[in-house]
């Protein structure tokens, strides 16, 4: 049975939530429920927990406060992300945490039962691999190798600490000398991959080898060996097998076991560059070379795409994503080069049209989802083609919405809304609402098309109408900022003063002196 913690500040929705899932999937959830962000890191501190339905807005701590905490947990469970269409940068935190799902209310029922059965199978898959991997000779039911996976999940280490482990374990042949490999076993591979691969590792060394291994906090298989011929004859023994076809990264030599953790991240920096190599079954970190560090990001072609997305440009638009992911600029600079180019397309192009537009449809949602992380790909050219993909949708959606908005004229109609109804209680929602244009693109489309921005631009209407009523009539003061717009006496006589410089009584006293001087 698997845990499901649904965590939602309304009592009908969690219990709604739970009679729906039962239905479908009698007796297979165990549930908890939390009605807030804070609970559920109560609940997720002391509980299991493989799945877990969040809410976005929540009192005391919502839904994305509440996974930026859960990166501090050692095991982390598979989310699924509720909320309403306006959440959209909430969702855009969302798929920065890597939720597993973004599901629009009111739910569709498939939809949830089709991401909870896939969820399922890899809450099941995942188990496996943990069993697997406890029962191993050289997983966390051995000594040395859970010493190394203790090590290995620490973030700070106390060195002198780490050596007594290690040396109690057997494995003080690491001051002598070692290398640090790194598989990821495909999910195909079943629960069993572990357990075959350190057979196959201990038919490879014999009795002489001196190795151990161990599963880190992501499922990746490490493996510390004495001999780097061990690692490589591995490596060339998965590559026949279609199964077990996992790839190897591997670190340079070191010695001594405060090295250990660097040889480990050597490793895990060497695994990225399978999505520049995916022929290849092993990389090593001397391998690679030395590579530039200093590749300056082409922040200004990047901006220059954001900004022609929509004006019927696509191919203009092409040549600037050939000339922003150059495969032979990519090819001799750090991974890091990489990764940066993929930060700065998510928050110049993807980011700033959601911002801008809102979102089309939950499909270019699930299509940025996957293109916001190169780690979702095992090569680049499936990287490129999914970011050309997801710029030609975005492109034509831009475009769709510029025209058809400006073909209404629905920036006029606004302007006309608010001179109609600024002394109500009138705010942006309610204009952008009036002509049904998205809340962040009728900020942008008002400003562009006034000059000004929407709350200068009613300040401005209110305080005309305000100085009209002070030189035109003897109203008090408090009934003047009613009659203006303004919430009360003592915000309008601020606003006042901070625009023309005095206060509303001085500016009668001068307008009746500057008219009984004319008289």
């Known amino acids: 049975m698997l845990s499901l913690l649904i965590v939602d500040d309304e009592k009908n929705i969690r219990l709604g939530l739970q009679a729906m899932i039962d239905r479908q999937f009698a007796g297979k959830y165990s549930y908890l429920f939390a009605e807030n962000g804070r609970e559920a890191m109560e609940l997720l501190a002391r509980e ?102 203790y090590m290995l999940s620490q973030d700070r280490i106390d060195v002198e600490e780490i050596r007594g482990r290690l040396t109690g374990a057997g494995l003080g042949w690491l001051d002598e000398g070692y290398s640090v490999g790194l598989l990821k076993i495909p999910d195909s591979a079943g629960a069993d991959a572990l357990s075959l691969i350190v057979r196959a590792v201990k038919m490879l060394g014999g009795e002489e080898e001196r190795w151990t291994a161990c599963r880190d906090r992501e499922g990746l298989l490490v493996i510390a060996a004495a001999a780097e011929g061990l690692l490589r004859r591995l490596s060339e023994q998965l590559s026949g097998n279609a199964l077990l076809a996992a790839r190897m990264a591997l670190s340079s030599r070191a010695s001594g076991i405060a090295q250990l953790r660097r040889s480990y991240s050597q490793a895990r920096q060497v695994l990225k560059y399978f999505l520049l190599y995916p022929e290849s079954e092993l990389l090593s970190y001397a391998g690679l070379g030395d590579r530039s560090s200093g590749c300056p990001v082409p922040v200004d072609a990047v901006r220059r795409l954001s900004n022609i997305l929509g004006t019927g440009k696509l191919q203009e638009m092409k040549r600037l994503l050939q000339q922003i992911l150059d495969i032979r600029t990519v090819s001799r600079c750090e991974i890091g080069y990489l990764e940066a180019i993929s930060r700065v397309l998510n928050e110049e192009v993807f980011d700033s049209v959601f911002r801008h537009y809102g979102e089309e449809s939950i499909e270019i949602l699930r299509l940025y989802r996957r293109a916001g992380h190169i780690e979702n790909f095992d090569r680049f050219d499936d990287y490129y083609r999914l970011v050309e993909q997801l710029l030609e949708r975005l492109d034509e959606y831009v475009a769709g919405v510029r025209g058809a908005h400006g073909e209404r004229k629905d920036m006029q109609k606004a302007v006309e809304y ?88 001085e500016y009668r006293s001068r307008q009746l002196a500057h008219g009984a001087g004319r008289s």
Not at 83 to 101: C, L, M, N, T, W
Not at 114 to 124: G, I, M, N, S, T
Not at 448 to 463: D, M, N
């Open 48 to 149: 299991s927990i493989d799945i877990m339905i969040t809410d976005i807005r929540m009192p005391v701590m919502d839904g994305i406060g509440l996974l930026e905490r859960m990166q501090e947990l050692p095991s982390i469970p598979a989310v699924i992300i509720l909320s309403g269409h306006d959440d959209f940068p909430y969702a855009r935190a969302a798929i920065r945490y890597q939720a597993k799902e973004y599901l629009l209310k009111p739910i569709v029922r498939e939809e949830l039962f089709a991401v909870l059965e896939r969820l399922e199978e890899e809450a099941e898959r995942r188990k496996g691999r943990e069993e697997a991997a406890a029962s191993s000779p050289a997983g966390n039911g051995d000594e040395a190798g859970g010493q190394l996976a």
């Open 418 to 505: 608010l001179h109609e109804h600024f002394a109500s209680d009138v705010n942006m929602a309610v204009v952008s609402n009036h002509i049904s244009l998205n809340y962040t693109y009728f900020s942008q489309a008002f400003k562009e098309y006034t000059g000004e921005s929407f709350s200068v631009y009613l300040r401005r209407l209110r305080l005309a109408k305000a100085k009209e009523l002070l030189g035109t009539s003897d109203r008090k003061v408090y009934e003047i900022s009613t009659m203006s717009g303004f919430d009360n006496v003592k915000h309008f006589t601020r606003v006042f003063k901070e625009v023309e410089g005095i206060t509303p009584l």
